[in-house]
């Protein structure tokens, strides 16, 4: 039973620190200098407790896959396959990208608006307590 125990709490510790070293490289990317791009998602896998959703985005001629991670039970939504979303990207490593899903684009106008409105700097990351 404490073997159990014990491994229920390894399990968790784990995820808790999957999750805040997402968050961290998250807040980091937001807080440095960006660029945009837009990317649809290409597939959707999941797991227990996440689901990981590769995109896919081009920056200057040249492509770039990402993997955008949901945590929590029920994350897993097929149905974004297809659909596009803002791709905040580090200027300079592009490699470095978060998928926006706060931002659908379904037209160029929409990509549009949205750098005219985040010109400045992107929107805040959507976490529960931001990147505190």
Not at 63 to 75: L, N
Not at 102 to 125: C, H, T
């Amino acid at each position: 039973m404490k073997i159990r125990y014990l491994i229920v709490v390894i399990v968790f510790c784990i995820f808790l620190l999957g999750c805040k070293k997402e968050k961290n490289r998250i807040c980091g990317l937001y807080d440095g200098s960006v660029e945009y791009a837009i990317g649809p998602i290409d597939k959707v896998g999941s797991s227990p407790c996440k689901a990981t959703y590769t995109y896919s985005f081009q920056v200057s001629g040249n492509s770039y896959e990402g993997k955008e991670k949901a945590y929590g039970i029920g994350q897993k939504d097929e149905t974004l396959i297809g659909k596009r979303f803002v791709v905040v990207f580090s200027l300079g490593n592009p490699s470095n990208s978060d998928l926006n899903t706060d931002f659908l684009i379904e037209s160029d106008a929409d990509f549009q608006k949205f750098k005219r409105e985040y010109l400045n700097g992107p929107p805040p990351p959507d976490f529960p307590n931001k990147c505190n």
